[in-house]
């Protein structure tokens, strides 16, 4: 399964069936992107745009003799600094005096400034925000990239011309493009003039006859919603399984959950419509390349259903879960209104094979109040999109039964840490702590990202294995202004996430301190567990964890100094977010010992680099195991399909190609 959108390139989806089938299904989707996106980059925002709009090595002299090359074109920004005192905040992408002033600067025209009247060659209106993000190193400064249309400078200030022939491309300061920044959200994309084709044809009985292909959708995740998503546009005939509930069944679920200490194991923080993302934060930042063509569609899509449009200026993008309830309900209604079949409560139990091929699946009906608790059902497809999350273990263990190649994959372990926010504002704005105003100030909610490699070697550690000397140590998915949340499906196995409104207004700041975990820390458990073992390796943790909470998803914690010192915390624990409840624990020995250092390691260096991070008020819980899904799902390259089983098509973070919310989208959109 592969959707390509790369600018100028043609991109297909394509789901075949063999020629010696008696009933043959074709599909193609071709799609010839226009340039409205940016290509992936993995390095830097300029770089990304460049990759995108190379500069017009012909145009930015503008031939230095005629105002003809001045009549369309734009002109890009990088690296516009603001000082904090000077700009309207977080909050604001209006082009404000200070702006506009260092726009001027960068130019190199004039706009100067009297209590009566501002004046200058350089018009508000011709400037607009491509980007703005928040710097807290050193002098605290909004840093932006603008964009300056030169048919709109020229209309309302036809005296810029004179400053205008002057400009040159500066690589990474000041670029020429033919065409204005203008991410294109994907529906829009596929219903271009031109652009969407779709062809389906079956033979049967020696018969052409047109019929419109079925295709089953297997999560409503990211992953699974944005295939669901590119199929019905495309005008496939899609079915969308989810074990879990929409939205609101799966918020009064979780209430029960919070409140009442009574886990659904089918609809929880994990399953159910949106994915593990939905309760975890609604965090927009990837590593796949911010400004990349395919992450600027995910974004510009889900504005397409609610969520707000400055997530495609902001530099750290975040909608908070509370806004993406609202944002899935409307995704679900347009697929609804493509004729999408949902099918909420739904559990896959097995793949249906026949001749080495998927054909459908089996389901099982888990929602109690349907009536129809424990009813079997089967839907036949002409393909199976698995989007599953990498909670669903339950599948991995179906796909291991009918020899679907799969693999063991990286991922990591530790904890999660909770300091007072205030504290971390402190650590991060020193006397501009006070701006933040939970969420309501000018700055945003101060976070951290901290990462380093742990020698252990140094430390006199034997190991058999070398890779175990040799560990990364690093804080993921943190959540400024947020708590931390229960993500288990079992009660006996204690596993747990963060997460934050929009607002971000909470007392606490959190975030994984994690350790890489390869396939040599769990090479004992492959002679039982194949392919799985990473899954027995995380559950092992987990289960240890929930009996030292001591039961009920309690969480074991312990606070930083103790841990260090190999001390059970004794005196009064420091507030927690964890509203299950929490229950001092020996952490410093929960893991395998080699993990224990390289955390303990990883916290001096991470106090280095952030003074006051290992603090009294710092509480460390117990346990976080679920970064990434410990499993791949081996596929082909270029189409998607499963490289062992015809007609299955794995994607997303259950099939180890994505993490988060955003890359398990652009896995479909972006291959």
Not at 28 to 49: G, I, Y
Not at 133 to 150: E, G, I, N, W
């Amino acid at each position: 399964m592969c959707l390509v959108t790369r600018p100028t390139t043609k991109c297909h989806f394509v789901l075949r069936l063999p020629n010696g089938n008696p009933n043959f299904f074709e599909i193609r989707t071709f799609m010839t992107l226009k340039a409205h996106n940016f290509v992936k980059d993995e390095h830097s925002e300029a770089s990304a745009e460049r990759k995108q709009q190379k500069p017009d090595r012909t145009s930015p002299s503008l031939a230095g003799k005629s105002s003809r090359f001045l009549k369309d074109g734009y002109w890009k920004i990088f690296r516009l600094e603001v000082p904090l005192e000077l700009d309207l905040g977080k909050d604001n992408f209006d082009i404000s005096d200070a702006v506009l002033e260092s726009s001027a600067a960068a130019l190199g025209c004039k706009v100067s400034f009297s209590i009566i009247s501002r004046t200058g060659v350089l018009p508000k209106t011709a400037l607009s925000v491509v980007r703005k993000s928040f710097d807290a190193r050193k002098d605290p400064k909004f840093v932006y990239t603008l964009q300056l249309d030169v048919g709109e400078c020229l209309r309302a200030k036809p005296e810029s011309r004179h400053f205008l022939l002057k400009l040159r491309n500066k690589p990474s300061k000041l670029e020429f493009c033919n065409i204005p920044w203008a991410p294109l959200d994907l529906i829009s994309q596929l219903r271009q003039p031109g652009v969407a084709m779709k062809s389906f044809h079956s033979t049967i009985g020696g018969k052409n006859v047109k019929e419109r292909p079925r295709v089953v959708v297997v999560g409503s995740g990211p992953a699974g919603l944005f295939a669901a998503l590119v199929l019905a546009e495309s005008g496939v005939l899609v079915t969308l399984v989810e074990r879990g509930q929409p939205v609101e069944t799966r918020g009064r679920d979780i209430g029960a959950l919070m409140n009442r200490h009574i886990l659904d194991h089918e609809s929880n923080l994990c399953y159910g419509e949106g994915g593990a993302g939905t309760w975890s934060d609604g965090k927009l930042t990837t590593r796949i390349g911010k400004n990349g063509g395919s992450v600027q569609t995910v974004l510009a899509t889900l504005v397409q259903f609610g969520a707000p449009s400055n997530i495609l200026i902001d530099g750290k993008p975040h909608v908070g879960t509370d806004r993406l309830i609202h944002i899935l309900r409307a995704f679900r209604h347009h697929l609804q209104n493509l004729g999408v079949k949902i099918m909420f409560g739904t559990r896959m139990e097995d793949l249906i094979v026949r001749d080495k091929r998927v054909v459908g699946i089996r389901t099982c009906c888990v929602t109690e109040a349907s009536g129809c608790l424990g009813i079997s059902s089967v839907v036949e497809a002409d393909a199976v999109v698995l989007a599953v999350g990498h909670s669903a273990r339950d599948v991995y263990e179906s796909l291991l039964s009918h020899n679907v190649l799969m693999s063991p994959k990286d991922f990591a372990v530790g904890f999660r840490i909770e300091h007072p926010q205030e504290l971390i504002n402190e650590i991060q704005y020193h006397r501009w702590a006070s701006e933040v105003q939970r969420g309501k100030g000018r700055v945003p909610v101060a976070d951290y990202k901290v990462a380093t490699d742990v020698d252990l070697n140094e430390l006199n550690v034997s190991s058999d294995a070398e890779e175990h000397l040799h560990k990364g140590c690093y804080s993921f998915c943190m959540c400024p202004g947020g708590q931390i949340v229960p993500t288990s499906t079992d009660e006996a196995e204690l596993c747990i996430n963060g997460m934050s409104f929009s607002k971000r207004s909470s007392r606490w700041a959190n975030a994984a301190l994690v350790v890489t975990v390869s396939a040599n820390d769990f090479s004992p458990l492959i002679a039982n567990h194949g392919p799985l073992a990473g899954i027995a390796f995380q559950r092992s943790i987990e289960r240890e964890a929930a009996r030292r909470g001591g039961g009920k998803l309690v969480s074991p914690v312990q606070t930083v100094p103790d841990f260090l010192n190999d001390k059970i915390s004794e005196h009064e624990l420091p507030a927690s977010s964890y509203r299950l409840g929490v229950q001092s624990s020996p952490l410093h020995d929960l893991l395998p010992a080699h993990f224990t250092l390289a955390l303990k390691q990883g916290l001096i260096h991470f106090n280095d680099q952030l003074s006051g991070f290992i603090d009294k008020r710092a509480l460390l819980h117990g346990v976080e195991t679920r970064t990434s899904s410990p499993v791949r799902i081996e596929r082909m390259t270029e189409s998607f399909e499963s490289v062992t089983m015809a007609g299955l098509y794995p994607i997303g973070e259950g099939a180890g190609y994505a993490g988060g919310i955003v890359s398990a989208a652009v896995d479909v959109d972006m291959s």
